[in-house]
């Protein structure tokens, strides 16, 4: 996530969540952007105003009365690109509501004429009131955007319902969406991800499949989730926690993955294969388990080719890209997987090499086009995302 430069306004309300606007605060300004923190007078109950300006290395912001500072929360309100209610307890939502401005942040709410963003945070009881239900409904006509409540433990106990705050990395994910969704011509467009390894039974034990760990695909769901699109991450079997925002359609075998790549294509902009699907299956796979002393003698056959079987479906100005996993940069290869597979792009990578390919947090790959190629340093999967992404941008 890179902010730099970017204001934003975080106002804490007086709730036991509070606790993870510190987390908020934290990764805003390890981001890059000027992070300046409002809080209610309850809420420094729970954090103390020195921690947020730790955090920060800026004044938190308290009051109305202060000298020299009557008008801070006009300027505020205004110059920040994005302004964020962190928790936002039953108290501030009425509040807002109503249109109250009886302390800094609420007169600052009042003053704002763009973006807000508010992560509701009360007992389950209190949030399924009708009055506090009117009162989102309100904010949200004014063009508030609303993020959870989920469910989960609360301060008095657990619970089904919800109430309790979003977490920090959900959060910080539709931050980050709100503010660099303007400008990508990504916004508003819809994406397909696939992502991660595919198995081939070989009984109803074992699998055949490779060492894909699906960091790659889900990088880049992230990354086109911070840029505005709606995406729809296709994912086969990983260890991996779901992008914030992204649908997850969740596939087994290279035939599941084929047909979910199918049926995902219709209205579809961008497809990226980013999927490392299992190559080979079992010709006859066992219907029951073979005993170990009996030994295993399989017969191979090859997988559907997802990006082959499905170029007819395609439509007409979908921007496809593919991934070509070598060992020893191939060029050559990857350019006749761009010719023959009707690609936009190839994102080429060396399985064998140091920090790169298989179960790692960095790559070292060459964007490949009918341009040329452009090879990039090794970064990390998130980075190589936002450079894909780049690319795909100049196609949209």
Request: hydrophobic content about 45%.
């Amino acid at each position: 996530m890179n902010l730099a430069g970017r204001r934003v306004v975080l106002g804490v309300s007086g709730g036991i969540a509070c606790y993870k606007s510190c987390i908020i605060a934290r990764r805003l300004t390890e981001a890059g952007a000027v992070v300046d923190v409002v809080m209610t007078p309850s809420a420094a109950e729970f954090v103390g105003p020195a921690t947020f300006e730790a955090l920060t290395g800026r004044p938190v912001l308290r009051s109305l009365w202060d000298p020299g500072h009557a008008l801070d929360h006009v300027h505020f309100a205004r110059e920040a690109d994005l302004v964020v209610v962190a928790p936002a307890t039953a108290n501030v939502l009425a509040r807002a509501a109503q249109g109250l401005a009886d302390d800094f942040l609420t007169a600052m709410l009042l003053a704002r004429t763009r973006s807000v963003l508010i992560a509701p945070a009360m007992n389950d009881r209190m949030y399924a009131q009708e009055t506090t239900q009117k009162n989102l409904a309100a904010l949200r006509e004014r063009g508030w955007h609303v993020i959870g409540p989920a469910t989960g433990a609360l301060a008095e106990g657990p619970s089904e319902q919800p109430g309790r705050m979003s977490e920090p990395e959900e959060i910080l994910a539709h931050i980050e969406r709100l503010l660099r969704a303007p400008a990508s011509r990504l916004s508003g467009k819809r994406v397909l991800v696939t992502a991660g390894p595919t198995r081939e039974a070989l009984d109803p034990v074992r699998v055949i499949t490779n060492r894909s760990s699906g960091r790659m695909g889900y990088a880049i769901a992230e990354a086109a989730f911070a840029r505005g699109a709606e995406v729809v991450l296709i994912s086969g079997p990983t260890g991996l926690n779901p992008p914030s925002g992204v649908r997850v359609n969740r596939v087994d075998s290279t035939e599941d993955l084929c047909k979910a790549v199918t049926n995902g294509l219709p209205g579809a902009d961008v497809l990226i294969m980013a999927a490392a699907p299992a190559d080979f299956r079992a010709t006859d796979p066992a219907g029951d388990k073979r005993p170990r002393s009996e030994g295993l003698t399989v017969s191979f056959e090859p997988t559907v080719d997802v990006l082959a079987a499905t170029a007819s479906q395609r439509p007409q100005k979908l921007i496809t890209v593919g991934f070509a996993l070598e060992t020893g940069a191939k060029v050559e290869r990857a350019r006749e997987k761009l010719r023959s597979k009707k690609l936009n792009l190839i994102v080429l990578n060396d399985a064998t090499e140091a920090g790169a390919g298989f179960e790692v947090e960095t790559n070292r790959v060459t964007l490949v086009s009918a341009d040329g190629e452009t090879p990039l340093p090794l970064l990390s999967k998130r980075e190589v995302a936002e450079k894909i992404l780049d690319r795909v941008e100049t196609l949209a």
